[in-house]
């Protein structure tokens, strides 16, 4: 399943991408008279008794297909994959290449440091790039959508409490992260985590670790990898972080970027972000998350 959130009228609403089109779920839920989650909130707490209404709702609106509730993506103004994370954590220098490129040690234990809400954007929105840094870098990433609470969770049942997946790009003001030891000032800025365009749920990817994983600036591919250099998986991650603080539903996990970062090039060679860019992030089966940078006023 593909869940997406997007704008209508000032209000977030949830939709999911059928081949038929999008979803209204509220609309839908209307038209068939079916119980269904409003928002990305309600589907990823509301677990398997949410999962299910939803798939009885798909069903009922591919069978009846009806322009009151089907809406062509062209149409829709997203809204990020999810909207009320508690937390976002997120993971530094977990590709082995992306390491080796920036010439740092190989971490022996999960670096994590923070977003906050402020940061969230979505597919398709333009980001403000900050006058305050004329060195903005992209970072494409595997975000990892919390499902359940978990609390000291073993690796080998840590996917369990995976509700979903979906592309990010963890943008980065390279001049603000060096200022001092801790990286959140450069990682914090509005617009900088952009999530979407949808969450793939977790039943639709077996294995997280080995999906291809790229960034494109104007059409220039500037990274392209697999999750399967990732240093520590996703497993481990969801463990050790839950050995420290407790995961809640809709919490995000970004999980590092590969090699081919702004960074990752010779002082002179460097070309960090300017408006008009054009950044895609794309991973296998989790879409292409679009968007452009755009001047500060």
Not at 92 to 98: C, E, S, V
Not at 141 to 168: M, N, P, Q
């Amino acid at each position: 399943m593909k869940l997406l959130q997007f704008i209508d009228h000032g209000q977030v609403k949830l939709g999911v991408m059928t081949e038929a089109g999008i979803i209204d779920v509220e609309a839908a839920s209307q038209t068939f008279q079916i119980k269904a989650p409003t928002s990305v909130e309600e589907a990823i707490k509301g677990g398997t008794t949410a999962s299910a209404e939803l798939d009885q709702l798909i069903i009922a609106a591919n069978e009846n297909p009806n322009p009151a509730f089907l809406i062509e993506e062209s149409m829709i103004t997203y809204a990020p994959a999810v909207s009320t994370p508690q937390k976002i954590i997120c993971v530094g220098l977990n590709y082995r290449k992306h390491a080796e490129e920036t010439k740092a040690d190989i971490p022996t234990s999960p670096i994590l440091f923070n977003k906050f809400a402020n940061a969230l954007s979505a597919h398709e929105q333009s980001i403000v790039l900050p006058h305050t840094s004329n060195e903005v870098d992209y970072e494409a990433e595997l975000a990892i959508v919390i499902g359940r609470k978990a609390k000291d969770v073993a690796e080998a049942d840590a996917l369990d409490y995976v509700y979903g997946y979906c592309c990010a790009n963890d943008l980065s003001a390279r001049n603000l992260q060096r200022r001092t030891s801790q990286w959140m000032l450069g990682k914090s800025c509005d617009g900088f985590a952009p999530l979407g365009p949808y969450i793939v749920t977790a039943d639709e990817i077996s294995n997280p670790d080995n999906l291809s994983i790229s960034c494109r600036v104007n059409g220039v591919q500037k990274q392209n990898s697999n999750t399967a250099d990732m240093i520590f998986s996703c497993r481990t991650i969801i463990s050790y972080i839950s050995q420290h603080m407790t995961l809640e539903p809709g919490d995000i996990i970004l999980t590092g970027t590969p090699e081919g970062v702004v960074i990752g090039y010779p002082r002179e060679q460097r070309v960090y972000l300017q408006s008009g860019d054009n950044v895609s992030v794309t991973i296998e089966k989790l879409g292409e998350l679009r968007n452009t940078m755009i001047s500060f006023h």
